[in-house]
């Protein structure tokens, strides 16, 4: 039988990704000053152990005041670094790549959790305070949203350093990955929708004026992160905000600049310009991003990652021989099942003597097969 796509390596760079499930950006709010801790060390090692081929953190601001909550990791700080470097050690010596997100909030900074109730901001006794969010134009993101402050351009130009640093430390971290989050109606797709960029400077206007901003970001990154490690941009493939948004065709066009530029992956997703990113205002349904995948990958010829409600192996799969993205992101069904990958083997027919587990719980897992055979509960 062929090796299924999902269990073939993939090779972006010099680095290699052992199979072709990653563990999608996923913010847990459990970071103080930015920090990475025990928490996120036994949360995103865990995925690890589950053998997915490459393991995401969550988006690392590049400036305290571009977090979404107070409690989401960091990668402003040199102090940083030092917390990144374990949880990366771990992730690669259990044979994972070790990737992070790096983002700014821009006008959706400072809210509470999403599981906070009305009027709560963060755990309890935690103390955490509203901060000024930034963003293109003085526009709020929705109701309960707060009105940013205009980025001048001192500001843009700090922001693109920013951008620079925290690829620079994310290298000094060991990460073999990173990717910009440039989705979900963050800063980066705040500048490319003409429904929240209102400029009439070089940074807004028309397609290539809203374009400068996350373009001028990715090159910041991509000259701070080393050549032979390749680089993700998350995109909004729609903005979600209907008639008039930032569409497919768009998403196309500016995937071809990033490509110039040596963004090796997009990873196409969409929505949340105008609310809260949980509610993106696309239909779901099961792969209901993957036909964006398909158009960027198609027409700017260039790798994609697919995301959005792929729950197992044989969806992933039939992804990858589509020829609709070359990675498959999961989000929360690795929540609910961290070792979804070797399931996902085990589904697929490829790994019956639980080979591809860590030896450690795959030897015993095997040898209890046989005492299973024939046993009723
Ligand atoms: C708890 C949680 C936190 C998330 N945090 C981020 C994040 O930090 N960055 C990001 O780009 N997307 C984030 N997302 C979106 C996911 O990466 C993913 O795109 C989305 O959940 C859809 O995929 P799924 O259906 O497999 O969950 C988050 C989603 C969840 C459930």
Known sequence: ??????????????VTAPNRAVVSPMVQYRATDGLVNDYHLVHLGKFALGKFGIVFTENCAVEPRGRVTQGDLGMWDDGQIEGHKRLVRFLKQEGSLA??????????????RSFDKPGQLGPEGAGWQKWQVVGPSELAAADGFMVPRQLDHADIDDLLKKFGEAARRADAAGYDVIEIHGAHGYLLAQFLSPVSNKRNDQYGGDRAGRMRF????????RENWPAHKPMFIRVSAVDGAGDGGWGVDDTVAFAKEL???????????SGGLTGVSTALPVKRSLGFQVPFSAAVKRQA???TMAVGLILDGPQAEAILQAGDADLIAIGRQALYDPFWTVHAAQELGCDSDFEMWTPEYGWWLDKRKNNLVGLKK
């Not at 990737?99 to 509470?112: E, L, V």
């Open 259 to 269: 490509k110039a530029l040596g963004v090796d992956v997009i990873d196409v997703s």
């Open 99 to 112: 990737a992070t997100q790096i983002t700014h909030s821009g006008r959706k900074g400072s809210t509470p």
């Open 301 to 303: 010829e260039i790798s």
């Open 1 to 14: 039988m062929q090796k299924p796509l999902l269990f073939s390596p993939l090779t972006l760079r010099s």
């Open 214 to 221: 996350p373009l001028a970001a990715a090159r910041a990154v």
